[in-house]
């Protein structure tokens, strides 16, 4: 289950930028539902973005909404997660997932990224 690979992840301050990269050369994106996840040291694993390839359809959380922005580049089979305006808070691990459902991305995705640690000093 674990064929996603994420990239782009460092150390920001706040403010800056991060462009995060999901990518599989073992599954092809196009029909599944991506959605991006993250999770910091003593808290629980927060989902704030996904996006239905079929439709286009993108959804955000509260905490990232006007600062993150999903997309996809289907040539290269890859999903991007744009950050700006970073901030503290934002610092945890970021993982991607794949799954045929929507169900399925939110109770435990089938395809899984081993992450990309993002850390915002301020």
């Known amino acids: 289950q674990v064929q996603l690979v994420e990239s782009g992840g460092g150390s920001v301050q706040a403010g800056g930028s991060l462009r995060l990269s999901c990518a599989s050369s073992?599954?092809?994106?196009?029909?599944?539902?991506i959605g991006w996840f993250r999770q910091a040291p003593g808290k629980g694993r927060e989902a704030f973005a996904r996006?239905?390839?079929?439709?286009?359809?993108?959804v955000y959380a509260d905490s990232v909404k006007g600062r993150f922005t999903i997309s996809q580049d289907n040539a290269k089979n890859t999903v991007y997660l744009q950050m700006n305006s970073l901030k503290p808070e934002d610092t945890a691990m970021y993982y991607c997932?794949?799954?045929?459902?929507?169900?399925?991305?939110?109770?435990?995705?089938?395809?899984w990224g081993q992450g990309t640690q993002v850390t915002v000093s301020s």
């Open positions: 997932a794949a799954d045929r459902t929507l169900r399925g991305l939110n109770t435990g995705a089938f395809y």
């Open positions: 073992g599954i092809k994106f196009s029909g599944l539902y």
């Open positions: 996006i239905n390839t079929s439709t286009g359809s993108i």
